[in-house]
């Protein structure tokens, strides 16, 4: 049974008004501070817990949760545990931080070893991600990127419509927000050239996803259906999946994305649950055609939740350049899985699966540099009076996302990069 912490619950724990952590997100993480080792912790506010104190101070007892699983440098041994149990989790840890519960709250001398100032930790990379799969699933990017290279008559692929198209990347360079990407190098070609040349990109580009964690195995062999889907999947993170569009360009035809999309992907330190999400579920945009048996579904999967891209040159203000919304996904996350197994592609705990770029219907809301300065012919004026085609050196890129209705935001925070000059 899906439980949601009621929107009327408070903290004594402060909360700011526009915080994406009220104790009804209770996310989950994996933190460090001076003296102290990585370890499993939630967030409200801007306080950060401990997890591993938490239960050893045995207010997490009667659980059935090993304190140990608290103690690792990943999530996975904790979410491996289970939809069910972290349910339970969440809910407990709501209650022990309702402002009505004194339990915690008049024993300060116990919220030192608990409690800390987010400013005064480090995030770090909340799952080891064993695999890694690339959805293609908005239908407003697909169709932008089909209109620019292809024909725009003919701009989505035969198959796109009938599957989540998808390819399997690199895992290892999924890195957390707060890491420093250095600009990548390899071949390109230019339209008028014989030959290509090696060197850096002149083409760096964000895409900004979202991207969803399963929680659960399966064996070789084994399907999941939609209807199952969201019993292996804990919760998503924001998901900047950084691109060098011009050595994808040469390089894609005929296997697809390599150098281009391996260099480098950001995730935001926080998941956040599904269940955290559940009031903000909608439907998602109409298919047409009608898709194959296995990818049919029942229920509300999408989610409404607003994104945004801002780019910071070094020592300026940032500028938002792209407000979309996770709404906008043609195929929703348990297509994305069911379509992922239904072969018999086994899963595991800590696998992450990208949403593909997220692009609204107005070009302010288009997901990728490639297509709001639309293939460079249209750039992006700065207020420090630079544009912008694509990405350049000391360039920060901030994306954002939070969903709010009724008074309740439930958040992200956000993930963060700056592009470096390429490695000598």
């Given at each position: 049974?899906?439980?949601?912490?009621?929107?009327?619950?408070?903290?004594?724990?402060?909360?700011?008004?526009?915080?994406?952590?009220?104790?009804?997100?209770?996310?989950?993480?994996?933190?460090?501070?001076?003296?102290?080792?990585?370890?499993?912790?939630?967030?409200?506010?801007?306080?950060?817990?401990?997890?591993?104190?938490?239960?050893?101070?045995?207010?997490?007892d009667?659980?059935?949760?090993?304190?140990?699983?608290?103690?690792?440098?990943?999530?996975?041994?904790?979410?491996?545990l289970?939809?069910?149990?972290?349910?339970?989790?969440?809910?407990?840890?709501?209650?022990?931080?309702?402002?009505?519960?004194?339990?915690?709250?008049?024993?300060?001398?116990?919220?030192?070893?608990?409690?800390?100032?987010?400013?005064?930790?480090?995030?770090?990379?909340?799952?080891?991600?064993?695999?890694?799969?690339?959805?293609?699933?908005?239908?407003?990017?697909?169709?932008?990127?089909?209109?620019?290279?292809?024909?725009?008559?003919?701009?989505?692929?035969?198959?796109?419509?009938?599957?989540?198209?998808?390819?399997?990347?690199?895992?290892?360079?999924i890195?957390?927000?707060?890491?420093?990407?250095?600009?990548?190098?390899?071949?390109?070609?230019?339209?008028?050239?014989?030959?290509?040349?090696?060197?850096?990109?002149?083409?760096?580009?964000?895409?900004?996803?979202?991207?969803?964690?399963?929680?659960?195995?399966?064996?070789?062999?084994?399907s999941?259906?939609t209807?199952?889907?969201?019993?292996?999947?804990?919760?998503?993170?924001?998901?900047?999946?950084?691109?060098?569009?011009?050595?994808?360009?040469?390089?894609?035809?005929?296997?697809?994305?390599?150098?281009?999309?391996?260099f480098?992907?950001?995730?935001?330190?926080?998941?956040?649950?599904?269940?955290?999400?559940?009031?903000?579920?909608?439907?998602?945009?109409?298919?047409?055609?009608?898709?194959?048996?296995?990818?049919?579904?029942?229920?509300?999967?999408n989610?409404?939740?607003?994104?945004?891209?801002?780019?910071?040159?070094d020592?300026?203000?940032?500028?938002?350049?792209?407000?979309?919304?996770?709404?906008?996904m043609?195929?929703?996350?348990?297509?994305?899985?069911?379509?992922?197994?239904?072969?018999?592609?086994?899963?595991?705990?800590?696998?992450?699966?990208?949403?593909?770029?997220?692009?609204?219907?107005?070009?302010?809301?288009?997901?990728?540099m490639?297509?709001?300065?639309?293939?460079?012919?249209?750039?992006?004026?700065?207020?420090?009076?630079?544009?912008?085609?694509?990405i350049?050196?000391?360039?920060?890129?901030?994306?954002?996302?939070?969903?709010?209705?009724?008074?309740?935001?439930?958040?992200?925070?956000?993930?963060?990069?700056?592009?470096?000059?390429?490695?000598?």
């Amino acid at each position: 049974m899906k439980k949601v912490i009621g929107a009327d619950r408070g903290s004594w724990i402060r909360v700011e008004r526009e915080s994406d952590f009220p104790v009804q997100n209770v996310p989950f993480g994996i933190f460090s501070s001076e003296g102290r080792s990585a370890r499993a912790a939630t967030r409200i506010g801007d306080t950060v817990i401990d997890l591993h104190a938490l239960a050893m101070a045995g207010l997490l007892d009667g659980l059935g949760i090993n304190p140990s699983v608290f103690s690792h440098d990943t999530l996975n041994p904790l979410i491996g545990l289970g939809k069910a149990l972290c349910r339970e989790l969440r809910c407990r840890i709501a209650e022990i931080f309702d402002q009505d519960n004194p339990v915690l709250r008049d024993l300060p001398g116990k919220h030192a070893g608990i409690l800390f100032p987010v400013r005064e930790v480090k995030m770090l990379m909340p799952v080891q991600v064993g695999d890694y799969t690339d959805f293609y699933s908005s239908i407003e990017h697909a169709t932008n990127v089909g209109i620019m290279f292809r024909d725009p008559a003919n701009a989505l692929l035969p198959n796109w419509k009938h599957l989540p198209v998808g390819y399997h990347g690199r895992s290892s360079s999924i890195v957390v927000s707060g890491t420093d990407i250095h600009r990548p190098k390899g071949q390109t070609k230019a339209d008028t050239a014989e030959f290509p040349e090696f060197g850096p990109s002149r083409q760096v580009d964000f895409e900004l996803e979202m991207a969803f964690i399963t929680c659960r195995k399966t064996d070789l062999g084994q399907s999941v259906s939609t209807a199952e889907a969201e019993d292996h999947i804990f919760g998503m993170v924001i998901f900047n999946d950084l691109s060098a569009r011009d050595i994808q360009k040469w390089e894609y035809v005929p296997l697809g994305p390599f150098l281009a999309k391996n260099f480098g992907s950001v995730i935001s330190p926080w998941i956040v649950t599904l269940d955290a999400l559940e009031p903000f579920r909608m439907p998602g945009p109409p298919q047409d055609p009608p898709v194959l048996p296995y990818l049919q579904f029942e229920g509300d999967h999408n989610f409404d939740i607003r994104l945004d891209v801002f780019i910071q040159p070094d020592g300026q203000p940032e500028q938002r350049v792209c407000h979309s919304n996770y709404k906008y996904m043609y195929w929703n996350l348990v297509q994305q899985l069911a379509h992922q197994t239904v072969n018999g592609c086994n899963i595991n705990p800590g696998d992450m699966y990208g949403s593909g770029t997220i692009s609204g219907p107005t070009p302010d809301s288009f997901g990728s540099m490639l297509e709001i300065a639309w293939k460079g012919t249209r750039p992006v004026k700065m207020a420090d009076g630079t544009e912008r085609k694509f990405i350049n050196d000391n360039d920060s890129i901030i994306m954002r996302g939070y969903c709010i209705k009724e008074g309740l935001r439930i958040g992200f925070g956000e993930v963060r990069t700056r592009i470096l000059k390429e490695r000598e």
